[in-house]
């Protein structure tokens, strides 16, 4: 995907991955909403370490990422709601917005992540 | 940058009890067990034709703030499951352990109770019936007023957890030392959270003993702490096992499990010595604080060192951080119960809160009563309906004297099974066999109880056994002679005070023809004691307590609508005479302090200030054991999947989690041959059980951590579900308990682990168990 067809899309999720917990609240709320076969994931997260980077140091973080069976929860938005990924995240560290206002906070956010997935094309 | 989340819309999660939104009627109220945990959580439940679509996070109730886990999102797996029970059914004596029930009506099944239980009554007496229930369950209220008031005996108790591990020695030594309970502050006590002008973030959060996150224990939501974390909190960490927090923590200090108490007697030892305290606070709310100094002097660092495995100067680090942080939050969880030395490690434990000054301050650690001061939570509250003749004769109370405190109305969970054991001949009163278990929320041999197989045969030999429950369990197919259907969280009106703020719990749906917890105690007063019943339906029971034992000046009505009440909430509550039955300022204790020496305790042989006790079963006490099984083994960590032995039997949650876990460092892992994945077996001197490994880098090498709670709903239910085969509990022990009669050692055992294969897995643990007259060992007695 150009850098440019990424600058059209219009919304996406920022997730500022640092306070993830890894508790599956997104998984399972997004599994919920659609349906979706236990195989089946509109969001998974991935998960680094625990890792010893240095004597006093581990690094163990999760990471949410967003599937092709992502809509940005598009019904949901249509009523007024938030994807349920987002109502539902315990940390509260997702963020649902147009792509220009979520790179702004993304540049504000250290250890975060801007995601458009592919319903946003 | 503080990532908040977005603002929910407003104008569709309305503040009122229930609206329109499509097709859906939603209704706001409150859930909690069953399906259990100890929380209480904002939620929109989405009916259609009676039924309940879907379930979201409540954005108008500021306890959970619109956040759900994923046990709640997966709620209508639960209330639908084609295995709920439906209907009251019962089982021929003979046919204990065999499939073999019958569907009976409510009425036949009232029939029985009462006829059952008034022969006990009469040829037994009352004290022969025990009620039985689990942990933080919303049942814990209710049963100890059916067992007074219904049953009318003395005897309602924890099932079969030794040591009455949870909670239970937190709650009792508080009580001692401070008068109350305390809570660490994440602006819970207050309507607008963390943006209430009046809380303070806390510099640090000193977690002892808990992964909240996973465990979210104690009427406490975990990720409160998260929040606090995003704005600015550092962790002091204390945990055998790197997890997310311990990652996260500025100071990790990985102890050798069951060694608590070395490592809190060290750090007051370096606040002490360094002149780290808050002198003022102990000049003024403090009793005891020399002798405080002369209890930990010995305990310097370099000793909590070797006796701990920490390094010595991490422990110094964060002893000055803990010290120095201003507000320092202390929030301490089960760990600290599930251990002989429970009681001196939290003497040990309140000593840092209160030698730092962090009592009752914004950020700190909260004075905490139920709101409204609503009498739900201490169950001597409902004790006025048994005699004085009666509370002679519940089971622990003239051997633990502790239990005399008035915190706990609880009979001693092993005395109990010993009384089991031995028809009542070693009684610590009275000799009387136990004849009957009402048995609520609660699946022992799953579950909680140590030494599960020993208690598999304790409650078979109860002659009478009633089971309430949501799906048949182990516990159920074993012992039951009559199975009643428990209603879930959206099916029974209820209320919720554990702790603050007031919440609603509200009946909108039925599943057959089970019924709510509190209906059928009600149910059950009415019938056997009338005159004690509040009225026929839970409204009158609820508004009942709201107006004779509450501060409260509303009725249920209101609160369903409002869903969510907050009373008005204060800091420095001792400095304001809020505390005290005289108002005075201070504490509710004899002097008016908070006691660091308890002279009580002394008065009563234990000792009045903490002090360190090695694990019972560890590399030093019993040197010739670990020879053989050279691994420490802690239990019961946490998932976010499972709230204990709940949740096996849901296909979704299932599917994140399927099989029970033994975590372990990898380096072991290759010293014995095992890779990630495998199944072991995990075996001491009194059993084993199997688990599969999961690689922990951040775990002592000589350390293993596993899994609690493991049955397979899938499997034979006449083999019990295969309870014993991946039980944790088939390894720890019943009677070997603190001093004070709390604190066992699920936390701190040992054990040795090898790889599963066909030839020893001849014989699984169940079938040993069912069919060859189980483990062969010497089993402990109480001392």
């Known amino acids: 995907m150009s850098a440019n067809a990424l600058a059209n899309q219009k919304y996406g999720l920022l997730i500022h991955y640092d306070f993830c917990t890894g508790c599956h609240s997104c998984e399972m709320a997004c599994k919920k909403e659609y349906g979706l076969e236990q195989d089946q994931f509109g969001i998974k997260v991935a998960q680094y370490g625990p890792v010893q980077n240095s004597e006093k140091k581990w690094e163990f973080f999760y990471m949410p990422m967003l599937t092709d069976l992502c809509t940005l929860c598009a019904p949901r938005v249509a009523e007024g709601k938030l994807p349920t990924c987002v109502h539902h995240c315990q940390a509260k560290v997702m963020q649902y917005g147009t792509i220009d206002e979520l790179a702004e906070q993304l540049k504000l956010t250290p250890k975060s992540a801007l995601f458009a997935p592919k319903c946003n094309a | 940058m503080v990532v908040k989340g977005n603002t929910y819309n407003l104008e569709l999660y309305k503040d009122m009890y229930t609206w329109q939104e499509g097709d859906y009627q939603v209704f706001r109220t409150t859930q909690w067990s069953a399906p259990g945990c100890h929380n209480g959580c904002g939620v929109l439940f989405y009916v259609k034709d009676g039924k309940v679509e879907k379930i979201e996070g409540d954005p108008q109730n500021g306890w959970n703030c619109g956040t759900l886990c994923m046990r709640c999102l997966d709620i209508l797996e639960s209330m639908y499951d084609e295995n709920r029970l439906k209907y009251p059914m019962k089982r021929a004596y003979e046919d204990r352990g065999k499939n073999k029930w019958e569907r009976i009506t409510w009425d036949e099944a009232y029939d029985i109770i009462e006829e059952k239980v008034r022969y006990i009554q009469k040829n037994y007496g009352h004290e022969s019936i025990i009620a039985e229930i689990g942990t933080g369950r919303n049942v814990w209220w209710q049963v100890p007023w059916g067992c007074f008031a219904g049953l009318q005996s003395p005897n309602q108790t924890g099932a079969f957890l030794s040591g009455d591990s949870c909670y239970s020695p937190r709650s009792s030594i508080l009580a001692l030392m401070s008068g109350e309970y305390l809570t660490s502050d994440m602006s819970q006590m207050l309507p607008d959270r963390y943006e209430s002008k009046e809380w303070v973030v806390p510099e640090c959060i000193t977690i002892w003993g808990c992964n909240p996150i996973m465990s979210n224990g104690d009427g406490y939501l975990g990720h409160w702490i998260v929040e606090a974390m995003k704005r600015g909190s550092e962790l002091v960490m204390v945990d055998p096992r790197i997890n997310w927090l311990s990652a996260k923590a500025k100071h990790w200090l990985r102890l050798r499990p069951g060694t608590d108490a070395a490592l809190a007697m060290a750090i007051l030892n370096v606040m002490i010595k360094e002149k780290l305290c808050d002198y003022d606070f102990i000049e003024k709310w403090t009793y005891g604080f020399d002798d405080i100094a002369k209890a930990v002097e010995d305990m310097t660092p370099a000793r909590a060192s070797e006796i701990c495995w920490i390094p010595e100067q991490d422990i110094i680090d964060a002893a000055r951080f803990m010290a120095t942080a201003k507000p320092m939050a202390m929030h301490w969880g089960v760990a600290i119960d599930q251990q002989p030395s429970a009681t001196p490690t939290g003497q040990a434990l309140i000593c840092i809160a209160a030698v730092t000054g962090q009592i009752d301050n914004p950020g700190g650690s909260l004075v905490t009563r139920s709101a409204y001061n609503i009498s739900l939570f201490s169950q001597e509250g409902f004790e006025d309906n048994i005699t004085e003749e009666q509370k002679e004769k519940r089971l622990g109370m003239h051997k633990y004297p502790m239990r005399g405190t008035g915190i706990s109305a609880m009979a001693h969970t ?261 890779e990630e994945g495998d199944w072991v077996w995990i075996e001491n001197q009194r059993s084993r059980c199997r688990q599969r490994i999961k690689f922990n880098p951040g775990l002592d090498k000589r350390v293993v951590a596993a899994e609690h709670g493991w049955w397979f709903p899938e499997s034979d239910p006449e083999r019990l579900f295969n309870v014993f085969d991946s039980n944790i509990n088939n390894l720890t022990t019943q009677c070997d308990i603190g001093k004070s009669g709390y604190g066992a050692a699920y936390k701190c055992l040992l054990c040795k682990i090898y790889k599963c294969t066909e030839e020893n897995s001849v014989i699984t643990p169940t079938a040993q168990v069912l069919d060859k007259g189980g483990f062969k060992y010497e089993r402990k007695r109480l001392s």
Request: hydrophobic letters at 40%; proline letters at 8%; one cysteine or more.
């Open chain 2, 414 to 674: 092993d005395v109990v099974l010993e009384s089991i054991e031995t028809d009542g001949a070693s009684n610590d009163c009275e000799q009387y066999p136990i004849m009957m278990q009402w048995m609520q929320g609660c699946n022992p041999i799953a579950n909680m109880a140590a030494e599960a197989p020993r208690v598999y045969e304790a409650i078979c030999k109860v002659p009478f056994n009633v089971v309430v429950d949501v799906v048949m369990t182990p516990t159920a197919m074993a012992c039951a002679d009559l199975l009643l259907p428990a209603a879930m969280g959206s099916e029974r009106d209820s209320i919720r005070a554990w702790w603050w703020p007031l919440r609603a719990i509200t009946k909108i749906t039925d599943y057959y023809e089970a019924h709510g917890d509190e209906q059928i105690l009600l149910d059950l007063v009415n019938r056997l004691n009338p005159s004690a019943a509040p009225g026929e339906e839970v409204k009158d029971w609820v508004n009942d307590l709201l107006a004779n034992h509450s501060e409260a000046d509303f009725d249920f009505d209101y609160l369903k609508e409002k869903v969510i009440v907050w009373p008005e909430w204060h800091y420095y509550k001792h400095e304001k005479g809020l505390l005290r039955w005289d108002g005075e300022p201070g504490f509710n204790t004899p002097t008016g302090k908070i006691e660091l020496r308890v002279d009580w305790l002394e008065a009563n042989g234990l000792s009045p200030v903490p002090f360190y006790e090695e694990p019972h079963e560890s590399p030093y006490s019993t040197p010739e054991l670990y020879k053989e099984y050279p691994l420490v083994l802690t239990t019961g960590a946490r998932s976010y999947e499972y709230f204990h032995s709940e949740h096996r039997n849901l296909p979704s949650i299932r599917a994140f989690h399927p099989d029970p876990l033994v975590e372990v460092n990898p380096e072991t892992c290759k010293e014995l041959g095992l």
